[in-house]
Nanobody, 116 residues
Framework: QVQLVESGGGLVQPGGSLRLSCLAS????????MSWYRRAPGKERELVAT????????DYADSVKGRFTISKDNAKNTVYLQMNSLKFEDTAVYYC?????????WGQGTQVTVSS
């Protein structure tokens, strides 16, 4: 059974940092690319970042390039999202995603709130 469990969200001031983690289980993690999405209030779900199976290739939404870093620890079955220089508009629920055997899996989400 595929499970994705996010953690690390919280309240942070503009300019601050947070690191999100997603612990995966139920599938061979090292064989799959992973992604982070987010959904802000009243907006569509947005792809934030993607990382390849080995972790050597990454891609980011233009809105987070240069501020966010996705990484993958295959030994720990965990994918991370380091978020720096946070802005008000980064406020959202962040979701970990994996596509395993043509099926999409999501975590429960973790809330990130950027507020002064």
């Amino acid at each position: 059974q595929v499970q994705l469990v996010e953690s690390g969200g919280g309240l942070v001031q503009p300019g601050g940092s947070l690191r999100l983690s997603c612990l995966a289980s139920g599938f061979p993690f090292s064989n799959y690319a992973m992604s982070w999405y987010r959904r802000a209030p009243g907006k569509e779900r947005e792809l934030v970042a993607t990382i390849s199976t080995s972790g050597t290739s990454t891609d980011y939404a233009d809105s987070v390039k240069g501020r966010f870093t996705i990484s993958k620890d295959n030994a720990k079955n965990t994918v991370y999202l380091q978020m720096n220089s946070l802005k008000f508009e980064d406020t959202a629920v962040y979701y970990c995603h994996a596509r395993v055997i043509s099926r999409d899996y999501w975590g429960q989400g973790t809330q990130v709130t950027v507020s002064s």
